[in-house]
């Protein structure tokens, strides 16, 4: 089916247990890593969500062989040999599906020294633009690195040699963190990233590396230094981390249906920032060594707070619409300030028909508490803003239908299956169709 909407019917206090998937963000960045692999590997806990399967089908366009395997538990084993790539160039429509194309730059230079990718697409949030990664490209010799050269969408790199340089990022960015540390594990010499991003899938992406043989020291601290190396010999397996802004998600649709829910299989520290805010709200949130517990005393009013996006350890961007939705059913006025993104509220006039009392002031938003959502026909205008209105309907008494949900899957490892197992009511309908569901 290729646009279809959750039906929700809300209002009902989820309770249980849920267990979180392997990272989006990672299993993305180390599946170009896995690229450059001179041997081959078998990656376990990948998600298995629609991102995914159009980067294994991008990977397998180049040449490399990756057989999938069904956990028990529902998640993905990939067995992957890079070995018979014979292309340098990433180049089908598919390449524009997704975002995290463009670590095929990275990986593809460090293999063999060239690299045409066309320009990749993803989330529709304001400018995307990757002149940080052609900037560091730019100084590690490839020459093509400017947008000046792309052809037909096409941009085209040649580095004779790739060497290793020393990069200050000028912005903290993810992705150029990670599409250089890929390039520099085989440049020649030694390659220093300062105002490096810190996620956690910046240390899972060096980890998976360093398992292949690189040699990377600092990921997760704000300078990391890559010793590039001539050979990857990889022959390993590696088993991705959990997925933080799938486990925020959870947490956050337990707490606006008054619910209780233990979220597993997750690293607690990484959901600090949220289960801070959550706290601070009025929710109870206990943790464990891989769980986390949202609960909420009837008792206990919830309360406004404020809340910057900013990039690791600050508050995730990607938990930025999910978070609006909780604010709206504090007592009072709270502001969120989208520090990441030029433009990711487009999500809000889909809430404000749910019943969102909300005014924009470039990248702040005034939250203005209200007692409930109503349920509304209402559209994902991207991953987590789709994520978001999961969460409203499931609060919202009554039947909502959320089009465009194709969005929500690719990023959420069978959505329906976790959220009914907490004793959601919700289905996939056929597109509510008054919404034109046009690819993000
Ligand atoms: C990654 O995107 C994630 N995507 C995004 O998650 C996430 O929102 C973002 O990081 C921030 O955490 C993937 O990992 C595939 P950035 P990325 O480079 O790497 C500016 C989700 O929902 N910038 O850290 O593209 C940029 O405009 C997705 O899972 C430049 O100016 O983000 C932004 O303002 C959506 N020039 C800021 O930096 C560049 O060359 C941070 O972007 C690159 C970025």
Partial sequence: MDSYSYKITGGKPLKGDVNISGSKNAVLGILAAAMMIDGTCTLENVPDISDVHVMVKICETLGAKIETELAPEGSVTLHIDPREINTTEATEPDVSKIRASYYLLGALLARSGKASLRMPGGCDFGQRPIDLHLKAFRQMGAKGADYRNLNGGII?????????????LDIVSVGATINIMLAAAKAQGNTTIINAAKEPHIVDVANFLNSMGAKIKGAGTDTIKIQGVPVLPGNFTYSIIPDQIEAGTYMIAAAVTNGDVTVHNIIPTHMDPLSSKMREMGYTIEEGDDWVRVSKDPEEAIWSTNVKTAPYPGFPTDLQPQTVVLLCLASGQSKMDEDVWENRYQYIPELTRMGANISIFDHIALINGIEHFYPAQVKATDLR???????????????????GARRIDRGYEKIVDKLRSLGADIEVAGSVGFYEDREA
């Fill in 156 to 168: 085209s790199l040649n580095a004779n040699p790739l060497r290793g340089a020393k990069i200050f």
């Fill in 385 to 403: 803003a789709g994520a978001a209105m999961v969460c409203a309907a499931l609060a919202a008494d009554g039947t909502s239908y959320i089009d």
